[in-house]
């Protein structure tokens, strides 16, 4: 098993920044897929970012303009968002793998919500 632990959501104004957390531990490999969804109400799960088996990093549509993914050689990796938009209000969710299409473990999620 693998476990996962977001932190850094929050209330913030729009056109604000913030800095989200997961930190990840148990059975965790090397070769897993490790990063963020997000889930807005009503809306599907989708990609925010995530680093692939191989350590490349892929972004989900219009994602890479404003928010970065980023690891501490460590076990916690992090999503750092800028120019945040009402319309990026959602629970973000960290989550790792063997697929990396379809994550195996996912963290409980920690909430966004940008205001105008």
């Known amino acids: 098993q693998v476990q996962l632990m977001e932190s850094g959501g929050g209330l913030v104004q729009a056109g604000g920044s913030l800095r989200l957390s997961c930190q990840y531990s148990g059975s965790f490999s090397s070769t897993f897929s490790l990063g963020w969804y997000r889930q807005a109400p009503g809306k599907q799960r989708e990609l925010v970012a995530q680093?692939?088996?191989?350590?490349?990093i892929v972004y989900g549509d219009s994602m890479e303009d404003r928010f970065t993914i980023m690891r501490d050689g460590r076990n916690t990796i992090y999503l750092h968002m800028l120019g945040l938009k009402p319309e990026d209000t959602a629970v973000y969710y960290c989550?790792?793998?063997?697929?990396?299409?379809?994550?195996?473990?996912w963290g409980q999620g920690t909430q966004v919500t940008v205001f105008s």
């Open positions: 989550a790792a793998g063997p697929s990396t299409e379809r994550p195996s473990y």
């Open positions: 680093y692939t088996g191989d350590s490349n």
